[in-house]
């Protein structure tokens, strides 16, 4: 069984499922686990990321004003790999290739695929829907009594998560500094279940834009940059830019030294299982200062 996988996430729980060996075309954004790096990439991406996040932010509406792809797909090489399954995802075009793109290139005039072949679109919102999409994954490459597993350690140790003491402080996640933007989806569960509260945005919530009233009035104990995509250097030096806003800079979390940096590519931007390993982060890094 031949699969392309078009979300990094989907490749992660490939992986997981020990089926690494069925990759045969992977989208250039996945990098987890590094042997990755090694297959075929079928995607690319019209937005330069080397520009400043607010370049980044003007290029996203653009191209979303005018109709235009945020990312590229290779059809010829996709068609010359001839894969059974192809999976996408449906939750964010911004984030990667969504299903409607994927859709209209691979099964249009553009690219004649044979009717065998599967579209698998993840749509993962939450951690519920997170193991859900392992468990379709599992079903759809016969390996679903090791996706019921996984998902069932993953439920063990949430449930152990959901245990632990809670404390009466109001965490601010910003996915964006310029423009600002809140952390949506899945980043709000996993606020609480570090034991914290989302000072902005509940479980399910999509990320937005904020306005500097609206930071200020959320009343945050703590902050913290995960800017979506990004590792944790990356977002330190956000961090450094945050530090010198003078809007917010006065708040309790910059006079506490309690704003910190994450590797938000690997621990809160991805709906895959290591989103616990991002809370367990969260909760270490606010409780040890």
């Known amino acids: 069984m031949k699969i392309v996988s078009l979300v990094p996430s989907a490749s992660e729980i490939i992986c ?21 790096l090694k297959i075929n ?21 653009e191209k979303v004003n005018e109709n235009s792809p945020l990312y ?28 409607n793109q994927v859709e209209v290139l691979l099964k249009g005039q553009l690219c004649t695929l044979p009717s065998s072949t599967k579209i698998i679109s993840l749509n993962g919102r939450s951690f519920d829907d997170i193991c859900n999409d392992i ?37 601010l996640c910003l996915e964006w500094i310029d423009p600002y933007f809140s952390a949506g989806h899945w980043v709000p569960e996993q606020i609480e279940l570090a034991g914290f509260i989302s000072a902005i945005g509940r479980p399910g919530d999509q990320s937005r834009v904020l306005s500097i009233d609206e930071i200020i009035n959320s009343n ?26 003078q809007r917010i800079n006065n ?19 991805r709906p895959t299982l290591r989103i616990l390993e991002g809370a367990k982060k969260l909760r270490e890094s606010i409780l040890k200062k």
């Open 16 to 36: 997981d499922l020990g089926l690494e060996k069925n990759l045969v075309g992977v989208s250039h954004e996945c990098n987890y686990p590094i042997s990755l």
């Open 135 to 171: 468990l379709t994954i599992g079903e759809t490459l016969n390996q679903k009594d090791k996706s019921q597993k996984i998902v069932n350690d993953a439920i063990d140790e949430q449930n152990k998560m959901s245990s632990m003491s809670k404390f009466n402080l109001r965490v």
């Open 251 to 269: 708040l309790p979390p910059f006079k506490n030294g309690k704003i910190f940096a994450f590797d938000s590519d690997g621990l809160f931007s």
């Open 41 to 61: 990439t079928v995607t690319s991406s019209n937005i330069d990321s080397a520009k400043s996040q607010r370049e980044i932010d003007k290029s996203v509406r």
């Open 220 to 245: 945050p104990d703590i902050i913290a940059i995960i800017c979506c995509g990004y590792s944790e250097e990356e977002n330190k030096v956000h961090l450094k830019q945050v530090m010198e806003d």
């Open 72 to 99: 590229e797909v290779d059809i010829k090489k996709i068609k010359q790999l001839k894969p059974d399954i192809i999976i996408t995802q449906g939750i964010c075009d911004v984030c990667a290739i969504s299903s």
